[in-house]
């Protein structure tokens, strides 16, 4: 193999470690700017802005709520959120890496095992008509879609 391959394989993405932990206080700051961020904003299905007092309201008061901050490379990178209760996730990606492809349905691939060892059976996700890149996203990981609106559409996976 030439010294150029070996460089490009080394300097790829291919090499990356990437893996889920649960988030924590030390997270807050940072999500809150991913989330608050225009970028992200444009693809909520609630794009209303908030204060950084409601987002510790927010933490404080959804005990029950699984909260994943996905990181790679050592570094956090995007957020999942899961609700037990309604079976809802969302989920976004650090603004400044929303671009890159692939990094979502890798966040995305590495909560599915975690799903199943706590006995999740059903993950439900309404997107934006407009979020292409997330209608794509859950396709290809396998939702089908249960109801559509002018707004969104409603996706489900059984696991």
Request: proline share 4%.
């Given at each position: 193999?030439?010294?150029?391959?070996?460089?490009?394989?080394?300097?790829?993405?291919?090499?990356?470690?990437?893996?889920?932990?649960?988030?924590?206080?030390?997270?807050?700051?940072?999500?809150?700017?991913?989330?608050?961020?225009?970028?992200t904003?444009?693809?909520?299905?609630?794009?209303?802005?908030?204060?950084?007092?409601?987002?510790?309201?927010?933490?404080?008061?959804?005990?029950?709520?699984?909260?994943?901050?996905?990181?790679?490379?050592?570094k956090?990178?995007?957020?999942?959120?899961?609700?037990?209760?309604?079976?809802?996730?969302?989920?976004?990606?650090?603004?400044?890496?929303?671009?890159?492809?692939?990094?979502?349905?890798?966040?995305?691939?590495?909560?599915?095992?975690?799903?199943?060892?706590l006995?999740?059976?059903?993950?439900?996700?309404?997107?934006?008509?407009?979020?292409?890149?997330?209608?794509?996203?859950?396709?290809?990981?396998?939702?089908?879609?249960?109801?559509?609106?002018?707004?969104?559409?409603?996706?489900?996976?059984?696991?």
């Open positions: 193999m030439k010294t150029s391959s070996i460089e490009s394989i080394l300097s790829s993405d291919f090499l990356v470690s990437a893996s889920l932990r649960p988030m924590t206080d030390k997270d807050l700051e940072r999500v809150y700017r991913w989330r608050t961020d225009p970028r904003l444009k693809r909520a299905n609630d794009p209303s802005d908030f204060s950084f007092e409601e987002h510790l309201g927010w933490w404080e008061n959804t005990p029950k709520l699984l909260k994943l901050v996905f990181e790679y490379g050592g956090p990178a995007g957020v999942i959120l899961y609700d037990n209760e309604t079976r809802y996730w969302g989920f976004y990606l650090n603004p400044k890496n929303s671009s890159r492809k692939g990094l979502g349905r890798i966040m995305l691939s590495l909560f599915m095992p975690i799903a199943k060892s006995k999740i059976k059903t993950i439900k996700a309404t997107v934006k008509l407009d979020n292409y890149a997330s209608r794509a996203l859950h396709e290809i990981l396998g939702f089908r879609t249960i109801h559509f609106s002018t707004f969104a559409l409603e996706y489900q996976k059984e696991l």
